[in-house]
């Protein structure tokens, strides 16, 4: 978990694929000076998200977890900052708009972006947006489920790619559903069972 002093920049699960490594501190540290500079300038001690848990949008973002981990549908969204490219944003200010319990697949979300195009006129309307642009910028979100990729599915409904990992993906799912029963999630054929989805969920 992330920060830049206000915002959340990063939520990722553990060993979450195209998250940081290292996993960024939250804030800048700064380089110390160089060894032959005649004013060495104090390097402040490192910052870590352990030590900086008690910001405020750390702590927004716990409570808003322990709801959703509850079940309960969470009555706010802590402060969120996107850092990425404008395309990859713009996909993910869709994401946000999937209800919770409620999915969506890259093909849906790719017909959105092209009528947006056509509608602003831009240059790029006469050509169709692809679902595989959309799968890229869906799989790059810094900040997993608060800004849900997991509710982005295959256009036949099955559990495609997930940076976190399809069991995790699946777990997510059926916790929205209401129902983490290992028969749970559309018949799944990879659905996982609740003692399983609850390890996933406590990395």
């Known amino acids: 978990m992330t920060s830049d002093g206000n915002a959340l920049t990063g939520l990722w699960f553990d060993g979450q694929k195209y ?20 004013a060495p300038v104090p390097v402040p001690e490192e910052i870590t998200a352990e ?4 910001l405020p949008v750390f702590l927004e973002t ?3 977890l322990d ?28 994401l946000l708009t999937i209800p919770y319990g409620k999915t969506m697949t890259y093909g849906e979300i790719a017909a959105i972006l092209t009528e947006r195009r056509r509608a602003s006129h831009s240059k790029e309307h006469s050509s169709r947006m692809s ?22 599915i295959g256009s036949d409904g099955s559990m495609t ?6 069991e995790r993906k699946i777990c997510l799912l059926q916790i929205e559903s209401g129902d983490v029963s290992p028969d749970s999630l559309f018949n799944n054929p990879q659905r996982v069972s609740a003692d399983t989805c609850r390890g996933f969920l406590l990395v």
């Not at 709801?67 to 200010?93: A, C, H, M, N, W």
């Open 62 to 64: 716990k409570k808003w």
């Open 161 to 166: 790619g997930y940076a976190g990992g399809i």
């Open 19 to 38: 998250a940081p490594s290292p996993v960024p501190t939250p804030f800048p540290v700064p380089t110390p000076a160089p060894a032959l500079s005649p």
């Open 51 to 54: 030590k900086t848990g008690h």
């Open 131 to 152: 679902a595989q642009a959309v799968g890229g910028a869906v799989g790059h979100n810094p900040i997993s489920i608060i800004i849900p990729c997991h509710r982005v």
């Open 67 to 94: 709801q959703y981990f509850s079940g309960t549908v969470p009555d706010f969204t802590p402060p969120l900052l996107i850092r990425t490219t404008p395309f990859r944003k713009e996909v993910l200010e869709i």
